[in-house]
């Protein structure tokens, strides 16, 4: 039950006082006592009143009781985002797509460039694209991005056009994939008034779709395996915490989810290694 605190020569008084002190032990009477006691009725009241005539009469707070003060921010209202809130997950893959698209849409009319030539156009070895030998002997350590160009000779030969369009396809999955990885990166629970995991995963892909340094990869056909790399690369991390997040979840680690899932991300990660060497 709660104490009286009294200026130190009060509580000495009271001290000195038994009446007194047997006051001050009725005025921290637990709140379900009633008024029909005697005590309360008669001299209790008496030496309540007293101890009122001798100085102000505060509470201590019980030990280990805090206030909590407001803040200054306490009257702001939760901020608001600075977009409308998209909670589709598919219109804001929507926006990322259509936006990508848009900025390296006018990439089709480029033509061969550079090393484009000695490792697509006058290489033979891409010229069929069932011969993984001799694919293999071009450049081991990428051969994953030298079959995707077998693969884009064998469907329109020496097209400029299909191979930027290979290229734009890579990029947008990699958009994608960086999306879903921001999702289920580990972090604290949200406090309230905060940005939507959603929304930083919104912009955060959508930066890295349109940002200027993206543009050698996409536009330079040749540079297919850098993009190829990174865009398996992110897939490799995406199954990883995917595979994390359904074992905090409760899935067992022999569940076909959950195994499924990890196998995905080694398979992904192999194959990122053998698209490019660094």
């Given at each position: 039950r709660p104490r009286v605190w009294l200026p130190r020569t009060e509580e000495f008084a009271v001290q000195k006082n038994p009446a007194l002190r047997r006051g001050r032990d009725f005025f921290s009477l637990p709140a379900g006592a009633t008024g029909n006691d005697s005590l309360a009725q008669g001299k209790g009241r008496r030496l309540i009143r007293l101890i009122r005539r001798i100085g102000p009469i505060r509470r201590i707070r019980p030990a280990g009781a805090c206030r909590v003060?407001?803040?200054?921010?306490?009257?702001?209202?939760?901020?608001?985002?600075?977009?409308?809130?998209?909670?589709?997950?598919?219109?804001?893959?929507?926006?990322?797509?259509?936006?990508?698209?848009?900025?390296?849409?006018?990439?089709?009319?480029?033509?061969?460039?550079?090393?484009?030539?000695?490792?697509?156009?006058?290489?033979?070895?891409?010229?069929?694209?069932?011969?993984?030998?001799?694919?293999?002997?071009?450049?081991?350590?990428?051969?994953?991005?030298?079959?995707?160009?077998?693969?884009?000779?064998?469907?329109?030969?020496?097209?400029?056009?299909?191979?930027?369009?290979?290229?734009?396809?890579?990029?947008?999955?990699?958009?994608?994939?960086?999306?879903?990885?921001?999702?289920?990166?580990?972090r604290r629970e949200e406090a309230e008034g905060s940005a939507d995991i959603r929304e930083v995963a919104f912009w955060a892909a959508l930066l890295f779709a349109v940002h200027p340094l993206q543009t050698q990869s996409v536009t330079y056909i040749v540079q297919r395996c850098a993009s190829l790399a990174g865009c398996l690369s992110l897939l490799s991390?995406?199954?990883?915490?995917?595979?994390?997040?359904?074992?905090?979840?409760?899935?067992?680690?022999?569940?076909?989810?959950?195994?499924?899932?990890?196998?995905?991300?080694?398979?992904?990660?192999?194959?990122a290694m053998g698209s490019k060497e660094s």
């Open positions: 003060a407001p803040t200054r921010d306490s009257h702001i209202p939760p901020r608001r985002s600075i977009i409308p809130p998209m909670k589709n997950v598919l219109a804001h893959l929507g926006v990322i797509v259509f936006l990508s698209a848009l900025v390296y849409l006018n990439s089709f009319q480029a033509d061969f460039q550079l090393d484009d030539f000695p490792h697509i156009v006058e290489n033979h070895r891409i010229k069929n694209a069932g011969d993984l030998r001799a694919l293999w002997g071009h450049w081991p350590s990428r051969f994953v991005c030298f079959y995707t160009f077998a693969l884009n000779y064998a469907a329109g030969r020496l097209d400029p056009a299909g191979y930027h369009a290979f290229n734009l396809l890579i990029h947008l999955f990699a958009a994608v994939f960086a999306y879903f990885l921001v999702l289920h990166l580990p991390l995406l199954g990883y915490f995917r595979a994390r997040s359904l074992r905090a979840r409760g899935a067992r680690f022999s569940s076909p989810g959950h195994l499924l899932t990890y196998a995905g991300g080694i398979v992904a990660c192999v194959l």
